[in-house]
């Protein structure tokens, strides 16, 4: 039987590690089911130059097609059926948007759609098989960590970069890393006040007092700063930071979006090198680390803990 095909649109609108998350999770549902796997990153909203060599090592064949920028979506936009049934057994309201864009996505799906796929030899857009994808990712974790090591990798450019910023900032050899997520995560997840993570981290620990911090907002390093006296504390975030959002990011200079994203990809790799990580799941640089097994990690349930009222 021909093996089938999925080409993965990576890149469609959401953060860096969402994104490539959701790649890993895809490949590796993929070849756990026998299927071929190839990437589309042309458009990617991280992209410079290419997409994803831009600042990775290839690790699959690419497509550079056009027509996956509007027919290969990430999420499988929502049956007629399912939208009905919310209104009717649970009273939810169907948006003006479903609406809106009803009659074109389906004109698209069952009519332009798979003559692309006849035409150019593949089985699957990336929101045909998102649902079973992210299914399979909650219970294959050891598969996951496979597939993360393997695409993980820099270019020499950006590994160049890295090494760069990392030694320009001077660390100890021994420090505790942490991640503390503010800005536009309010809208999918609680945020945690920063206090719970120096508490742990104080539980957890009697003799490290450097601390690494990754977060989107410097008003939370000050206030660690105030707080938190007894710790010398490192970060690569502006002092101008308060608070990521995604919408925001992508509307930035090429140039611009590349210099955060080096940096993004500079903070985790040293909360990588920490001695200690403690740090939450509600925030997916953390669960990237948390599937690349980072050795001595402490994670913080959102949803038993002290939440902040930050906006």
Known sequence: MKQKTLIFHIGCGSGFFSEYL???????YCKIHNIEFKLYS??????????????????????????HSVYNMR???PSLAKMMYKKIVRKISIPSWF?????WWYA??????PFYKR????DYYTHDLWNKIQKFSKHNTITIHKFLTATWKFNAETLKEITY?????????????????????????QLIEFSVYMEKIKSLNTYIFDLFILTDDYRIIAEIRDSYPEYRIFTLCNEEANGYENSKFQRMDKETKRRELIKLFASIEILWKSELLVASLNANP???????QHPNAHWIDYKSESISKRI
């Open 22 to 28: 959701g790649m890993v999770f895809a490949l590796a």
């Open 42 to 67: 042309k458009d990617a909203n991280f992209a410079y130059r290419k997409g994803w060599t831009d600042f990775f090592e290839p690790f699959c064949e690419e497509v550079d097609e056009n027509f």
């Open 75 to 77: 999420i499988p936009f």
């Open 99 to 103: 609406w809106k864009k009803y009659s």
């Open 108 to 113: 698209k799906v069952f009519l332009t759609a």
């Open 119 to 122: 035409k150019y030899h593949f």
């Open 165 to 189: 910023i990392t030694e320009k900032l001077n660390l100890p050899d021994v420090f505790i890393g942490t991640q503390i997520r503010a800005g536009d995560k309010a809208t999918e997840a």
């Open 286 to 292: 953390s669960l990237f680390l948390y599937h690349r």
